[in-house]
């Protein structure tokens, strides 16, 4: 029973590094741009298609493709902020949320079109492998994708308060105004922004395609679970939205594990629900970096 | 002499109803009819979703959970107790209204983009429950209707014509109560809380209450629909009740067409439904994604050219070409 | 004489910063008071709290004998005080007339009836030539009518106005102070924040002097112009009064 648990856990942690590349990406941009990305899964959908085409055609491992699938995202990002998401920055909410809506229909679409439904797999070396620590066991494929995804919000991290172009990035989301008077520029600002939260989101495809499949609706359910975690972890609030995710992750398990193979999504959405109900700010209150 | 179809802007909706009554008429094809009422459904739906999103600017993206509602209570009453759909039809309206009590009381504190995922958090969750249920809904297989032929107390009809106007009906009355909500104090206060909810308390607007009202309204529509709906295709299960597809139209028809007026739904969905008739047309219904694909880019598109939507277009060119145009004061309500 | 608006130990604090700080002072019925002090003395926090946009950490607000600590904004605009924004905030695709409106629906509902006290309000600030005109269309002074109007357009008997006089030049504040000046002799109560002074020592009657969140100084014009810490903390110690405006006083 406690084996039970202590695997179930295990589990939810580690994919809840993946949910959490997502999700702090989809807070990333919320917190600088003030814009919620409603097609940030479909972003993990085209890092997972990149590192299955890369996998399939040239045989390289989904890991190493990191280093292609990141860049192409964060430019991706970049485009999409300077054309698009500026355009309609200054209409107020509902044209924002019906952009990123209909981008997240275009490509999913898009990729019915040019990919079919059908789900593409790649596999590793690794992929199948397993070891214990106890009665306890671990998917090397999802351990190096959570100590990686770890390791990318470490990054992120140092970069927001370690570099002049990260603190810039804090210090326009918490005011634009202030930031421009002194000298930022707001367009770089959140090119780089929606750029990183990109490559965020095409990591976890990258990092996903060892043990899941990629098909062209796979995105909605990341990005459901970012948006639960973020608001979970507090609008805006980058760690928040990494403990948030983890603990997303473990909830989801647990619900699997215990009360039954299809409710996970249940307790997902129970537990927004909650969170709205009683703590609609988030668990970490106010706003934060 | 004035031209009457220059001047009066009521003749052109004269002429629209007389239009749309006789059509069914006219038209024999029953694939049109078919869209025909498909159109009216939507453009209905649209209507419901329209009080709420395009007036208040409350953007709920999870209007299937009243559809699914309006749906499963009268398909339950029919099925398990035999009562007709006429009555089943306003149970569900009912049952939709409370239900929004709770989620609007829920939802609510969220602004913008948060209300929106929580609305649809909201009818997801209800899918789920409803994929659960096997004991008095069916679970996921879902099920038919009897076919009990013709019976239009139990609202089954033999010819196509009178789904078309039942579901024209129904357009009206969601029209009709836009209308007079428009002309009304309540109009007014919508669209204060639409474009400033600090501002419009200042000038005592209960905004909570006006938005719980507002909420019941749309929410007792759309349930409306949901049960015609399935008195039309015989056929009830979740996904097909609660189907985020049908959250998305509703909004998207609003938005297309001209958010937060009279006739934006109905114009919305004549666009939309036409361009997905044509698209089936040339590419057969076999590629799922077209459809789509166009859907969301004729959606960027307008966002990108026309944020308001594109009634604005319409009137635009209705009052360079006609005379009414230059005696707007009294068209629109808004201008008091 | 009745006090019309009686604060009384009011204090807010956001995270660190201490807004305002056991504030208290009363107006009586019919006056003209004005709020004083340097940017950041929370002038426009008093604002927010006396009408319900915050919830104070403690104190009592007292409107016409109401307790409002507790009441939301739009309930304290039912009980007659009214409030302008610092940064105009119009119904922007709505028509003058249907701002106004808006406002005048508080008191009664009837469409016609609505209209025409709107329009009573409309022309008491001068923007009947405009009245459909969309409000987003309007220049920013007449934003600042137009707000004014619908807060009158809800009937109020107590007025705050928030910086009504920011940005004018001489001719549009000596109209605003006229505008002030009429709405005193019609009984209004009237509670102004202001950095001008000339409109200041115009107007009221009484002056409150904010300075970091506390009270500071309190009294009438003349006083307030000649004590040492109002000078020292805000009009600084060049500033000179240009005597013979206190007949203007309502």
């Known amino acids: 029973m406690l084996a039970t648990l202590a695997q179930a856990v295990v589990n939810g942690l580690l994919i809840g590094g993946i949910y959490a590349l997502v999700s702090i990406g989809v807070t990333l941009i919320f917190g600088v741009v003030k814009i919620v990305n409603f097609a940030q899964g479909e972003f993990v959908m085209i890092g997972m298609y990149i590192s299955f085409f890369l996998a399939s055609t040239f045989g390289v491992d989904p890991l190493l493709s990191l280093l292609i699938s990141m860049p192409s995202l964060f430019a991706i990002g970049v485009l999409l902020q300077h054309f698009l998401i500026r355009r309609v920055l200054a209409l107020g909410d509902m044209p924002q949320i019906f952009l990123t809506f209909a981008l997240s229909l275009l490509l999913m ?19 199948e492998l397993t070891f214990h620590i106890g009665p306890v066991y671990f998917a090397v494929a999802k351990l190096i994708a959570f100590a990686i995804a770890m390791l990318l919000s470490a990054l992120l991290y140092l970069f927001l308060h370690g570099t002049d172009l990260g603190k810039a990035m804090r210090a326009a989301a918490q005011n634009r105004e202030v930031a421009m008077l002194m000298g930022i520029n707001p367009d770089r600002v959140f090119c780089v922004a929606v750029g990183v ?3 965020l989101a095409g990591a976890a495809g990258s990092l996903l395609m060892p043990f899941y499949p990629a098909y062209p609706l796979v995105g909605q359910i990341f990005v459901l679970m970012a948006f639960v975690a973020v608001v979970l972890g507090t609008l805006g609030n980058i760690t928040g939205a990494l403990i948030a995710s983890l603990m997303m992750g473990v909830a989801e398990s647990l619900g699997v594990q215990f009360v039954g193979a299809d409710s996970g999504l249940i307790v997902v959405f129970v537990m927004l629900l909650l969170t709205l109900a009683f703590r609609p700010n988030g668990l970490f209150g106010g706003w934060a970096r | ?84 759909p006429w009555i089943g039809i306003i149970a569900g309206g009912v049952v939709a209204m409370l239900a929004s009590l709770p989620i609007g009381a829920l939802c609510f504190r969220l602004r913008g983009p948060y209300f929106a995922i929580a609305t649809i958090a909201t009818a997801q969750v209800l899918m789920l429950l409803f994929l659960k249920f096997r004991d008095f809904a069916w679970g996921a297989e879902g099920t038919t209707l009897p076919n009990l032929g013709d019976a239009p107390l139990m609202m089954q009809f033999d010819s196509k014509a009178a789904y078309y106007y039942l579901a024209l009906a129904l357009l009206a009355l969601g029209l009709a109560i836009t209308y007079r909500i428009e002309r009304s104090w309540m109009g007014f206060y919508l669209v204060a809380v639409g474009e400033d909810e600090d501002a419009a308390e200042a000038v005592g607007v209960d905004t909570t209450k006006i938005k719980r009202h507002i909420y019941l309204i749309s929410a007792f529509l759309t349930a409306l629909g949901g049960t015609f709906y399935i008195q039309y295709i015989y056929f009830i299960d979740p996904n097909t009740a609660f189907s985020f597809n049908i959250s998305v139209e509703a909004a998207l028809v609003s938005i297309v067409g001209g958010i937060g007026t009279l006739w934006g739904p109905v114009v919305g969905t004549i666009l939309l439904e036409a361009t997905s008739a044509l698209l089936q047309s040339w590419f057969g219904s076999g590629h799922g994604g077209v459809q789509l694909t166009v859907y969301s880019l004729i959606l960027v598109s307008v966002i990108l050219w026309r944020p308001s939507g594109l009634v604005g277009v319409f009137s635009d060119l209705y009052r360079r070409f006609t005379y009414a145009g230059a005696a707007r004061s009294k068209e629109v309500p808004l201008d008091g | ?87 105009a905030r119009p119904f922007g695709k709505m028509t003058v007339l249907a701002n106004v409106m808006t406002g005048a629906f508080l008191r009664n509902k009837n469409l016609d009836t609505a209209r025409s006290r709107a329009r009573t309000a409309i022309e008491f600030v001068g923007l009947s030539a405009k009245e459909h005109t969309p409000a987003r269309e309007l220049t920013t002074i ?16 107590l007025l705050l106005l928030d910086e009504v006089m920011a940005g004018l030049n001489h001719a549009e504040i000596d109209q605003a102070v006229a505008v002030i000046g009429k709405l005193s002799k019609r009984g209004l109560t009237i509670v102004i924040v202001e950095h001008v002074m000339r409109a200041i020592m115009a107007v009221a009657r009484h002056i409150v002097v904010l300075d970091h969140g506390q009270k500071i100084a309190e009294g009438s014009p003349k006083d307030i112009v000649a004590n040492q810490e109002v000078i020292r903390a805000y009009l600084g110690t060049g500033y000179r009064h240009e005597a013979p405006a206190e007949d203007a006083a309502c």
């Open chain 3, 1 to 87: 004489m009745a006090e019309a608006l009686v604060i009384r130990n009011l204090s807010k604090r956001f995270g660190g910063l201490r807004a305002v700080q056991d504030l208290s002072f009363a107006v009586q019925d019919g006056e003209t008071v004005a709020l004083i002090g340097p940017n950041g003395a929370g002038k426009t926090t008093s604002f927010n709290l006396i009408t319900g946009y915050h919830r104070p950490d403690t104190g009592s607000v007292f409107g016409f004998g109401r307790e409002l600590v507790g009441l939301r904004p739009h309930e304290i605009c039912g009980h007659g005080l009214a409030r302008t924004f610092q940064v």
């Open chain 1, 109 to 127: 679409n898009i990729a019915l079109l040019l990919f079919t439904a059908n789900y593409r797999t790649v596999q590793t070396p690794y992929s």
């Open chain 3, 142 to 157: 007449d934003q600042r009518r137009l707000e004014m109007a619908r807060a009158l357009a809800t009937e109020p008997r």
């Open chain 2, 1 to 84: 002499m004035t031209l009457i179809w220059t001047t009066r802007p009521w003749f052109w909706i004269v002429v629209l109803a007389a239009v749309a009554l006789v059509l069914p008429l006219v038209v024999s094809n029953p694939f049109a009819v078919d869209i025909f009422i498909r159109v009216l459904l939507f453009a209905f739906i649209g209507v419901a979703w329209n009080l709420m999103g395009g007036y208040a600017k409350q953007l709920s993206l999870g209007h299937a959970a009243y559809f699914g509602l309006g749906a499963y209570t009268s398909t339950i009453l029919l099925i398990r107790f035999g009562i007709s």
């Open chain 1, 197 to 199: 939260a990109l490559a």
